[in-house]
């Protein structure tokens, strides 16, 4: 068993315990008391959730701000963005590229809300395809022997 169920396990075992500890409690007062023992739960209850929903919102927000997406400067040879596909793909052999990209070019901009990566230049045969329902043929990049 990995760590992560046994301290669900726990964390189940505690919840539990303490809502039968709870419901024997409120069985051994009276109606009056359980009402009131009940009121006074709710505000804390209340209050903790409360609390755990602006930690949670302000980290979300903290966290859009440095995952946005991916910028480029400049980019060289053939590149393809595919959906979905119904069929069979094929792809041909690349076009000549300029050149190979070089290191320590001049950078692209930083994107302008201070989050996600980004890059120089990005050169090559770049092919994404999200679904493809069929086969999928790509043409090497160099001459076959």
Do not use: C
């Amino acid at each position: 068993m990995g760590r992560s169920r046994v301290w669900w396990a726990v964390g189940g075992l505690l919840v539990g315990g303490g809502l039968i500890g709870l419901g024997v409690f409120f069985h051994s007062v009276k109606l009056e008391n359980a009402d009131r023992w009940a009121s006074v739960i709710g505000v804390f209850v209340g209050l903790v959730s409360l609390t755990l929903l602006a930690v949670e919102f302000v980290g979300a927000r903290r966290g859009s701000a440095t995952s946005a997406g991916q910028r480029v400067g400049e980019v060289a040879g053939d590149n393809y963005q595919f959906g979905s596909v119904t069929g069979g793909l094929r792809i041909g052999p690349p076009r000549a590229v300029p050149g190979p990209p070089q290191e320590g070019g001049s950078p692209a901009q930083a994107p302008e809300d201070g989050g996600g990566q980004s890059a120089g230049r990005v050169g090559g045969r770049n092919v994404q395809a999200g679904s493809v329902d069929g086969g999928v043929e790509i043409e090497p990049e160099g001459p076959t022997a």
